[in-house]
């Protein structure tokens, strides 16, 4: 009986001790984190809207030039991201996340409309868990470059915003190469990204014209 | 008691005779998840290298107090404390490496090597020779990854650490960056060396 009520006050006390100690490093690091995450979205956002970050900026400097140039909003419970040309005022364009399953899990990732909403000033992906070296080279300026000035609209019934095809065999504008070895990434990317840029358009287009 | 072993001859069987890895065929879940990038490879095993010292000689402190029957309750505690450090550690202050290395080093925990060697080494050993005990088998494991991530980066990537050392013309090797490749590169390591350098025990037995 002694036996066992040490075993438990051991275990106990030990718990108690590690789980400090682990809880100390977390509370200690967790700012960093934290502050990780977010500049990592704040550099796509930045990044898909065009707007130049130097390389190897600081956290603090990427945070501040976002606070300058982009204002963050809400649509259809989505944020969508405004931004500023460096008066201040005119508006250079809007971003707003997308996602979709990919091939082994989920794809997160941004993509940029020009103030018009009539081309894509940019698609960046930031969160997967794609092949590395295959379905991974999503986040490629190679593959995501594509997507630079690809136009919207006017958009005919039963068509998609755009297609990816076998590498180099595009023909129309809207035909973009796919990647090699990674059909089933390419696939997914097609489907959910046409889908969520409907999406977005659908919400916005309206606004736009009110306003313009 | 057994005779206190001398650190060369923990040192030895940790990176030769007794690897984890190629001897007694432990880590692979990771072995295969991590090497084809040299980059990822050595932050794994920096975080592998850390996590069995200290938890060796945790065990090893704790030994004498430490009831028989929640041994492995206690161990796993004190793996999975060091692990999560590492992770925390990674996330804070190399974040795309972090991103890259995704579950595996929290799946640390779960890496045969390190539970063996407390249970196999740690628990019966003092402090000293413990720490060096999981220094040197974690060092083992360390060499044998990053031997196959040499060999899986150039034929996957065509890189060494991101730089391009295969010529122009050359195809990646696509097996080479997925799991199966990993499989391939290992066997044929473990065949080659155990072909030609055979374990010395086993050659004193043939005898």
């Not at chain 2, 793996?79 to 080093?105: C, F, M, N, R």
């Not at chain 2, 539970?115 to 050993?125: I, L, T």
Request: glycine share 8%; hydrophobic share 45%; with cysteine.
């Amino acid at each position: 009986m002694k036996k066992r009520l040490f075993s438990i006050l051991y275990m106990f006390f030990l718990t108690l001790f590690f789980t400090s100690v682990v809880s100390g490093v977390k509370l200690y690091n967790e700012e960093r984190i934290a502050m990780n995450q977010q500049v990592k979205l704040l550099r796509v956002v930045l990044h898909v809207l065009r707007i130049p970050v130097q390389e190897g900026a600081s956290p603090q400097a990427v945070a501040q030039i976002f606070a300058e140039r982009v204002k963050e909003v809400e649509v259809r419970e989505r944020p969508l991201y405004i931004a500023y040309a460096e008066d201040g005022e005119t508006i250079s364009g809007y971003a707003f996340p997308v996602s979709g399953q990919g091939f082994w899990g989920p794809i997160i990732g941004l993509a940029a409309v020009d103030p018009s909403a009539a081309k894509l000033l940019g698609v960046a992906f930031f969160r997967h868990s794609e092949t590395p070296g295959l379905g991974a080279r999503i986040t490629e300026e190679r593959f995501t470059g594509q997507f630079k000035g690809l136009p919207l609209y006017p958009i005919e019934e039963e068509e998609k915003i755009f297609y990816l095809k076998a590498e180099g065999t595009g023909q129309a504008e809207n035909e973009l190469d796919a990647i090699t070895g990674a059909t089933g990434t390419s696939r997914a990317v097609e489907a959910f990204l046409n889908r969520e840029l409907d999406y977005f358009l659908e919400a916005i287009r309206p606004e736009l014209k009110r306003k313009g | 008691m057994p005779k206190a072993l001398k650190s060369t001859e923990i040192f030895a069987r940790g990176l030769w005779n007794d690897n984890p890895v190629l001897r007694q065929v432990l880590g692979i879940c990771s072995t295969l998840a991590v090497t084809n990038l040299i980059v990822n490879t050595l932050v794994m095993n920096a975080g592998l290298i850390f996590t069995l010292s200290m938890s060796c000689l945790t065990v090893s402190l704790l030994r004498k107090y430490t009831p028989m029957r929640i041994r492995m309750m206690a161990q796993t505690l004190i793996i999975a404390s060091y692990v999560i450090v590492v992770d925390i550690t990674i996330a804070a202050y190399l974040p795309d490496i972090s991103e890259a290395l995704g579950p595996y080093v929290g799946l640390i925990i779960t890496n045969c090597i390190v539970m063996g060697r407390c249970e196999a080494f740690a628990r019966n050993n003092p402090p000293w020779p413990s720490f060096l005990d999981g220094l040197a088998m974690s060092l083992g494991y360390a060499a044998v990854l990053l031997t196959i991530a040499l060999i899986r980066e150039p034929l996957g990537f065509g890189t060494v650490m991101g730089y391009r050392i295969m010529p122009a013309g050359f195809t990646p090797w696509t097996i080479m960056i997925m799991a199966p490749g990993a499989f391939f590169t290992l066997g044929l390591l473990a065949w080659f060396l155990k072909a030609y350098f055979p374990h010395v025990a086993e050659e004193k037995k043939e005898r």
